[in-house]
């Protein structure tokens, strides 16, 4: 305890190596508590709030240490931040000799063979996709990681990665040809020889997997592992812990076969026709579940006769497809890989389609060129718990936003963490003086037809008042394109729109513009750090309650019910507070922020839940008056 003080301290170490660097009594007393449990074990939960240094509270201890630990994230950026500044800035001014690795999954790394394999195939289809791939080969040749971020020029999205990455099925394993020179397998052997490993919420449930069933492990034996961004764990290990069919991976399949076939074989007609076949089935289920981008029931799915019989046209021309790889069998590795994936896929849609049990949740997603069947667990907590123990280490789970007031049960519950310890810092910042909350008077009710009508007319003015510098953030996609063509010509600032462009070049813009005014929904609610005057206004339609269309919701909703429970105060509730809380967030991010929070939903103050709400957020000053709000961005940022 005496280190991290020396270290963390008003005039520690930290404060003489690192410029900027500011003491915070939370970020200590943070990191003497972690450094607690990496001597004596156990779980620790604890939310840190905005400004409090929660990463430099937690790497302290951790380098420290001399154990062997686990970072997990839950977006690819912190991840890349935490290990490509925060780390390398916090060992050097500690002097350790820490051996520190990154580990992504393998969709993140380039493959030598499939990018050999699209180069020999020549049936790009677009002229972008052929600059794109270019650009590839030539990085290829230099980088040292195969880490895909380093090519920053091409887009996250763009549709050359699928063909020059790997997923779990399309691997050739041992039997690769560049299985030597294999990117994804130097980043694992760096991983296990590390010291302390930063990954992603994703790899540490693939990882759960395999210790289950038995292929060894992903990540190295730990002492601890720290789950940062740890809100977002219930729902990524939600989708890990079931089973889900996607178009994707079935017209992966189809292409991947057709090019093994032209690679390894040649005498079997009848495989590339019957991929042909795969593919159309697969592209006429698509059409049939309508255009609409929507998730539901399966029960949806059920109830359509037209969908059932398109569904069963896919699962035939599967099954043929199994039959004539079985053929092939002994052609080549590319073939019997073809031949895996296609039997798993086969047994993943026998049970998607049998009957629901109490226990599973079956339901549908649609994209704009793809569909997703899935199975989810009902609850998780159980399943995690028994994963959890299957670790020797210690955990700690930490997030800016993991209590609803000043209680962590609702992410107990989820997860299972009945015995762990707790703790809850809130934010140095002087949110009284530093921020200001709007609750708007006359305001429809969320649920009128006028609603985004009646926000837009509230926010032209407070934009008018703010000179731009705002997000507005909404719950749904129908109310943000609503809300985009009625701010058309009512203000004179940049208006940015989610869709119009990436998130990162929309980010890029907001802040280079300086006055601009960006609509956004949920992907625009957490993650996102503007610092400084770019952003000094956010503005919230609703309460985010999660969509009760949402049938996996839904499905929680019905099961709380039967027991007895309360769904809407003990889970509804408590998600949309911490949604909220991540909301509020974007708003002050430095000791030198200013801004206003401005929320639209009359139900805040009406209901009695809006108490919750209200007790789970900074304490920031408040007023229901907009001449407040007027006055606050007149005052110079000293406030004199």
């Known amino acids: 305890m005496d280190d991290i003080s020396e270290i963390l301290g008003p005039d520690g170490l930290l404060s003489r190596t690192i410029d900027g660097f500011t003491c915070r009594p939370q970020q200590q007393e943070m990191a003497q508590s972690v450094a607690r449990i990496l001597e004596f074990g156990g779980v620790l939960i604890c939310e840190a709030g905005t400004g409090i240094g929660k990463t430099f509270a937690y790497l302290v201890p951790a380098l420290i240490s001399g154990?062997?630990?686990?970072?997990?994230?839950?977006?690819?950026?912190?991840?890349?931040?935490?290990?490509?500044?925060?780390?390398?800035?916090?060992?050097?001014?500690?002097?350790?000799?820490?051996?520190?690795?990154?580990?992504?999954?393998?969709?993140?790394?380039?493959?030598?063979?499939?990018?050999?394999?699209?180069?020999?195939?020549?049936?790009?289809?677009?002229?972008?996709?052929?600059?794109?791939?270019?650009?590839?080969?030539?990085?290829?040749?230099?980088?040292?990681?195969?880490?895909?971020?380093?090519?920053?020029?091409?887009?996250?999205?763009?549709?050359?990665?699928?063909?020059?990455?790997?997923?779990?099925?399309?691997?050739?394993?041992?039997?690769?040809?560049?299985?030597?020179?294999?990117?994804?397998?130097?980043?694992?052997?760096?991983?296990?020889?590390?010291?302390?490993?930063?990954?992603?919420?994703?790899?540490?449930?693939?990882?759960?997997?395999?210790?289950?069933?038995?292929?060894?492990?992903?990540?190295?034996?730990?002492?601890?592992?720290?789950?940062?961004?740890?809100?977002?764990?219930?729902?990524?290990?939600?989708?890990?812990?079931?089973?889900?069919?996607?178009?994707?991976?079935?017209?992966?399949?189809?292409?991947?076969?057709?090019?093994?076939?032209?690679?390894?074989?040649?005498?079997?007609?009848?495989?590339?026709?019957?991929?042909?076949?795969?593919?159309?089935?697969?592209?006429?289920?698509?059409?049939?579940?309508?255009?609409?981008?929507?998730?539901?029931?399966?029960?949806?799915?059920?109830?359509?006769?037209?969908?059932?019989?398109?569904?069963?046209?896919?699962?035939?021309?599967?099954?043929?497809?199994?039959?004539?790889?079985?053929?092939?069998?002994?052609?080549?590795?590319?073939?019997?890989s073809c031949l895996t994936r296609c039997q798993q896929l086969e047994m993943d849609l026998v049970t998607l389609c049998k009957p629901e049990s109490d226990e599973e949740i079956r339901w549908f997603e649609t994209q704009r060129q793809s569909f997703r069947l899935n199975l989810t667990p009902m609850e998780i907590s159980g399943l995690f718990r028994e994963r959890m123990a299957r670790y020797r280490g210690s955990w700690v789970f930490t997030s800016a936003t993991l209590a609803v007031g000043e209680s962590f049960r609702h992410f107990q519950q989820q997860?299972?963490?009945?015995?762990?310890?707790?703790?809850?810092?809130?934010?140095?910042?002087?949110?009284?003086?530093?921020?200001?909350?709007?609750?708007?008077?006359?305001?429809?009710?969320?649920?009128?037809?006028?609603?985004?009508?009646?926000?837009?007319?509230?926010a032209v003015p407070l934009l008018e008042s703010s000179r731009g510098r705002a997000f507005m953030l909404f719950t749904s996609h129908r109310a943000l394109r609503e809300a985009a063509d009625l701010l058309q010509g009512r203000v004179g600032f940049p208006l940015l729109v989610q869709g119009s462009a990436p998130k990162g070049e929309l980010l890029n813009r907001f802040r280079e513009h300086g006055n601009a005014v960006l609509l956004g929904t949920a992907s625009f609610w957490e993650g996102v750090d503007v610092r400084g005057e770019a952003l000094s206004c956010v503005i919230i339609d609703k309460l985010p309650f999660a969509s009760p269309g949402d049938p996996v919701l839904q499905a929680r909703i019905n099961a709380l019910k039967k027991r007895g429970g309360n769904p809407f105060m003990e889970f509804q509730v408590p998600q949309a507070a911490i949604a909220l809380k991540q909301g509020a967030g974007r708003l002050i991010r430095d000791v030198n922020d200013r801004g206003v929070l401005v929320v639209c939903d009359q139900r805040l103050l009406r209901r009695g839940y809006g108490r919750i709400f209200l007790d789970s957020m900074p304490p920031m000053s408040r007023t229901r008056e907009q001449a407040d709000v007027r006055r606050f961005f007149a005052q110079p940022a000293n406030g004199n």
């Open 67 to 336: 154990q062997k630990i686990i970072i997990s994230t839950g977006t690819k950026n912190l991840q890349d931040q935490l290990f490509h500044r925060d780390l390398p800035l916090i060992r050097d001014a500690l002097s350790v000799p820490t051996n520190v690795a990154l580990l992504k999954g393998r969709a993140n790394y380039l493959c030598l063979h499939r990018l050999e394999t699209t180069q020999s195939a020549g049936r790009l289809s677009s002229r972008e996709m052929v600059d794109q791939l270019l650009r590839i080969q030539r990085w290829a040749g230099k980088t040292r990681t195969g880490d895909i971020a380093e090519l920053s020029e091409l887009p996250e999205d763009a549709g050359i990665w699928p063909l020059v990455t790997s997923t779990t099925d399309n691997c050739l394993g041992q039997e690769c040809p560049s299985y030597g020179d294999c990117h994804l397998l130097e980043a694992r052997r760096r991983a296990q020889e590390a010291d302390l490993v930063v990954i992603n919420h994703h790899l540490l449930c693939a990882d759960f997997l395999l210790k289950e069933e038995g292929f060894g492990d992903l990540l190295p034996e730990a002492d601890c592992f720290i789950i940062d961004e740890a809100h977002q764990l219930p729902d990524v290990a939600s989708n890990f812990f079931g089973t889900s069919v996607s178009g994707h991976q079935l017209l992966e399949l189809a292409r991947d076969t057709e090019t093994e076939y032209l690679k390894e074989a040649g005498d079997l007609k009848e495989l590339p026709e019957q991929s042909a076949r795969l593919g159309k089935a697969v592209r006429d289920l698509r059409l049939t579940l309508g255009m609409d981008i929507r998730r539901g029931a399966w029960s949806e799915l059920e109830g359509d006769q037209r969908i059932l019989s398109a569904l069963g046209t896919v699962r035939d021309a599967l099954q043929e497809l199994g039959r004539l790889l079985r053929l092939m069998q002994g052609r080549g590795t590319g073939l019997e």
């Open 415 to 458: 997860l299972g963490l009945d015995k762990a310890q707790s703790a809850l810092w809130g934010s140095p910042f002087d949110y009284p003086n530093q921020a200001l909350w709007y609750v708007p008077r006359g305001l429809p009710e969320p649920s009128s037809p006028d609603f985004t009508a009646a926000v837009v007319d509230e």
